[in-house]
């Protein structure tokens, strides 16, 4: 497709299960970030890669969350032991990653944990 | 460290009447982009308009306009004549181009409803 596409739309999870978020980015854009946003919030910067690299983890709240994108495209957000305060709709985003480029976001992954 | 105000969390207003969206900025960055973008009801982040720090001319795209003034680190979004598929969420944000992370933040947004 022409957009970024993420899947599952929707994802209902119990308290402690594990969970995967997958984004596949724009053709060609090397650059892919992960965002959070909670209801009435402004989306919340998790991780961003370059190519394959984490070129900024610095929004990872703890170290059940982390993501990977092992051949520069489709990048896979982890996130271990859910708890409730993990619901939020996740936001993948892509961009040819040259300086001051526009973000081009998917619809989003939306997550809840009972 | 970076941050976006937008001080407005709803705003509400009759159709055909002009509304401002504020934005106010903090960046140590000298170089630095700044951006607005929409999210409709179903959800996806629609991108407006990026500005980047050495440019701040006002710009003029339809009914849509954009103040950008270093001076007062704001960068505010008029819309004219706003109709009611206007009705949204906006957020400005803001990346740097130094200092290793071009991370966009954002503010935390806000809701335009224009009624008819």
């Known amino acids: 497709g022409a957009g970024v596409s993420q899947t599952p739309s929707n994802k209902v999870t119990e308290k402690g299960k594990y969970v995967e978020l997958r984004c596949d980015p724009i053709?060609?854009?090397?650059?892919l970030y992960w965002y959070r946003q909670s209801l009435g919030q402004g989306p919340e910067f998790l991780i961003y890669?370059?190519?394959?690299?984490?070129?900024?983890d610095s929004g990872l709240p703890n170290d059940r969350f982390f993501a990977v994108r092992p051949e520069g495209s489709v990048s896979t957000l982890k996130i271990q032991r859910t708890e409730r305060g993990d619901s939020a709709v996740y936001l993948c985003?892509?961009?040819?990653?040259?300086?001051?480029?526009?973000?081009?976001f998917g619809e989003g992954s939306r997550l809840t944990v009972l | 460290a970076q941050k976006v105000t937008q001080a407005q969390t709803e705003i509400s207003v009759v159709e055909k009447e002009d509304v401002t969206l504020d934005c106010v900025y903090e960046?140590?960055?000298?170089?630095?982009?700044l951006f607005w973008y929409k999210q409709p009801p179903s959800g996806e982040l629609v991108f407006l308009i990026r500005?980047?720090?050495?440019?701040?001319q006002n710009e003029i795209s339809g009914r849509y306009s954009w103040n950008f003034q270093k001076s007062t680190s704001s960068f505010n979004f008029t819309i004219t004549a706003s109709q009611v598929v206007d009705s949204a969420v906006y957020f400005c944000?803001?990346?740097?181009?130094?200092?290793?992370?071009?991370?966009?933040?954002f503010g935390k947004g806000t809701k335009l409803t224009v009624n008819p």
């Open positions: 960046t140590r960055d000298t170089t630095y982009y």
């Open positions: 985003a892509s961009t040819l990653g040259t300086t001051g480029a526009e973000l081009f």
């Open positions: 890669f370059q190519g394959t690299g984490a070129a900024d």
């Open positions: 053709s060609g854009h090397t650059a």
């Open positions: 500005r980047n720090s050495f440019d701040e």
């Open positions: 944000a803001l990346s740097g181009a130094q200092g290793g992370s071009e991370k966009l933040v």
